[in-house]
C-alpha cells in the first residue's frame, strides 16, 4: 500500500502475467475518504477482477461492497457459465446483505483489525445476516455507494456499474465508455422515479418529500444518482418489486473484446468525471506515456491530483494489458461445480448412508472448499486503506 501524505493520499500498483495495474486515491474537501475500492489480479488464473465504490453521506456502503462484492462473484454458482448473470446477481445481493441486519457493519471496521478478515469469511460460509429480537433494525437510508466494477477474463472485459463512477478504455487514442451515468434527469430514469412516487429537486436530484416545516420543503432524502446500493429512504414503495423503486440496484453491464488497438483501461470516481471528459482523461494518460513515462502509478497519481483540489474524493484505476499473454484456452471452466465422487472404483461400498447425512456430509466439504477458496482471494486482494 502507497502511504498517506497530509492529504489522505495513497498510490499502489502490481501485475502479473496479463495485466499491469496501479490506482490512486486523494481524499476531497470533506471530512472523510467516502471511496473504496477492490483490486484482485489472480481471482482465478485467468481473471482479474477490479471494483471501485464511491460512496456517499458517508464511507460505510463503500467499503462493504470493497469487502465482499468480488468474493460473492467469485463464488457464484454461475461465475463461469455466466458472468453477467452472476454480476448482476451479486449487485442484488449487496442490498440484501444490507437490509437483513446490522451485521454487516462488522465488515467495515479499520483495515487494520484482522478481526474482519474472520467475520468476512462467516459471512460468506456461515451466512449470518439474520434479524435478532429487540430494537427493530433499520437499513442504511441515506448512506449508499455507486459500483463500479470490471471483470477481465481472457481476451474479454465485462463491466458492470450503478450509478455515476465510470470506466472508459482508449481504443487507437479514442475514448469508449464502458459503463452507463446514471443520472434521474435520463428519460427512462425519470419515468420510473416518477412512477415509483418520487420527484426531482432543482432538476438534479432525486427527492423524498416530508411535510412542511414552517413553511419550508423539507426531505428525508436526496439522492444524486438514480442506482446506487443502499439509500433504502428510496426503495420503500410496498407495492413495486426492487427494480422499479425509485432508486435501485440493477446494474447496465457491458462487454468489449480487448484487441490489439486498446491500450488502456482507466475507472474511475465521480470526483475525476465532474472535472473531465472521457476523452480528456484519454488524452491525458496518453500525454504522459508519450513522455515516456512507464509507470502507472506515478501516471495515476498524477491524473488524481490534476483535478484537485475537488469537493469529491478522487479515485482512479489504470489498467494495461499485456500483449502475447497465455493461452486462456485451458481456463478452469467449471471445476468449482465439479461433482464429488468416490475414489473407491467398482469396489462393495459399506452399506448405504440414509440421503440427509449423504447431503450434510457434501455441505460440509463444500463449505470447506470455500472457505479455503475465500482465505485465497482475500490473501490476494489489494484494498483500500481507508
Keep these: 500500500m502507497g502511504a498517506f501524505n497530509?492529504?489522505?493520499?495513497?498510490?499502489?500498483?502490481?501485475?502479473?502475467?496479463?495485466?499491469?495495474?496501479?490506482?490512486?486515491?486523494?481524499?476531497?474537501?470533506?471530512?472523510?475518504?467516502?471511496?473504496?475500492?477492490?483490486?484482485?489480479?489472480?481471482?482465478?488464473?485467468?481473471?482479474?477482477?477490479?471494483?471501485?465504490?464511491?460512496?456517499?453521506?458517508?464511507?460505510?456502503?463503500a467499503l462493504l461492497c470493497a469487502r465482499l462484492f468480488h468474493i460473492e462473484l467469485r463464488i457464484h454458482p454461475n461465475y463461469q457459465a455466466n458472468l453477467n448473470n452472476a454480476m448482476r446477481s451479486v449487485f442484488s445481493r449487496m442490498d440484501e446483505v444490507l437490509q437483513q441486519s446490522?451485521?454487516?457493519?462488522?465488515?467495515?471496521?479499520?483495515?487494520?483489525?484482522?478481526?474482519?478478515?474472520?467475520?468476512?469469511?462467516?459471512a460468506v460460509i456461515i451466512d449470518p445476516w439474520r434479524c435478532k429480537w429487540g430494537t427493530p433494525y433499520i437499513p442504511p437510508q441515506n448512506i449508499g455507494s455507486?459500483?463500479?466494477?470490471?471483470?477481465?477474463?481472457?481476451?474479454?472485459?465485462?463491466?458492470?456499474?450503478?450509478?455515476?463512477?465510470?470506466?472508459?478504455?482508449?481504443?487507437?487514442h479514442q475514448a469508449i465508455q464502458l459503463s452507463t451515468d446514471?443520472?434521474?434527469?435520463?428519460?427512462?430514469?425519470?419515468?420510473?422515479?416518477?412512477r415509483a412516487g418520487g420527484k426531482?429537486?432543482?432538476?438534479?436530484?432525486?427527492?423524498?418529500?416530508?411535510?412542511?416545516?414552517?413553511?419550508?420543503?423539507?426531505?428525508?432524502?436526496?439522492?444524486?444518482t438514480s442506482r446506487s446500493i443502499g439509500d433504502f429512504v428510496f426503495k420503500q414503495n410496498k407495492n413495486?418489486?426492487?427494480?422499479?423503486?425509485?432508486?435501485?440496484?440493477?446494474?447496465?453491464?457491458?462487454?468489449?473484446?480487448?484487441?490489439?488497438?486498446?491500450?488502456?483501461l482507466v475507472i474511475a470516481s465521480y470526483g475525476i468525471w465532474a472535472s473531465m471528459t472521457c476523452q480528456a482523461v484519454v488524452d491525458f494518460v496518453h500525454k504522459e506515456l508519450a513522455s515516456g513515462e512507464t509507470d502507472l502509478c506515478v501516471?495515476?497519481?498524477?491524473?488524481?491530483?490534476?483535478?484537485?483540489?475537488?469537493?469529491?474524493d478522487v479515485t482512479a484505476i489504470l489498467i494495461q494489458f499485456k500483449r502475447g499473454a497465455p493461452d486462456d484456452d485451458d481456463a478452469e471452466g467449471s471445476q468449482d461445480d465439479s461433482e464429488i465422487k468416490s475414489g473407491a472404483g467398482d469396489e462393495e461400498q459399506p452399506s448405504a448412508l440414509d440421503r440427509e447425512t449423504i447431503s450434510r456430509a457434501l455441505e460440509f466439504v463444500r463449505d470447506k472448499q470455500r472457505e479455503l477458496l475465500v482465505e485465497e482471494i482475500i490473501r490476494n486482494t489489494v484494498q483500500s486503506p481507508f
Design 146 to 172: 455507486s459500483v463500479t466494477v470490471v471483470v477481465a477474463r481472457g481476451s474479454r472485459v465485462t463491466v458492470g456499474n450503478v450509478g455515476d463512477s465510470h470506466c472508459i478504455a482508449s481504443r487507437n
Design 102 to 122: 446490522n451485521q454487516w457493519m462488522e465488515l467495515v471496521t479499520p483495515a487494520g483489525s484482522r478481526n474482519w478478515i474472520k467475520r468476512l469469511i462467516n
Design 6 to 61: 497530509s492529504r489522505q493520499t495513497s498510490t499502489t500498483g502490481g501485475e502479473n502475467v496479463r495485466i499491469k495495474y496501479a490506482v490512486s486515491s486523494v481524499k476531497g474537501r470533506q471530512a472523510k475518504m467516502e471511496d473504496a475500492y477492490a483490486i484482485a489480479p489472480d481471482l482465478d488464473h485467468t481473471t482479474s477482477f477490479f471494483g471501485l465504490y464511491d460512496g456517499h453521506a458517508g464511507a460505510e456502503v
Design 240 to 264: 413495486l418489486p426492487p427494480e422499479a423503486q425509485m432508486v435501485i440496484c440493477n446494474p447496465d453491464i457491458r462487454s468489449m473484446e480487448i484487441t490489439d488497438d486498446v491500450e488502456f
Design 182 to 194: 446514471h443520472k434521474p434527469t435520463q428519460r427512462d430514469e425519470l419515468r420510473r422515479i416518477q
Design 299 to 312: 501516471i495515476c497519481a498524477r491524473l488524481v491530483h490534476h483535478v484537485q483540489p475537488t469537493r469529491p
Design 200 to 224: 426531482l429537486y432543482l432538476d438534479k436530484y432525486v427527492a423524498v418529500e416530508v411535510e412542511r416545516v414552517a413553511g419550508c420543503r423539507a426531505f428525508r432524502g436526496l439522492c444524486a
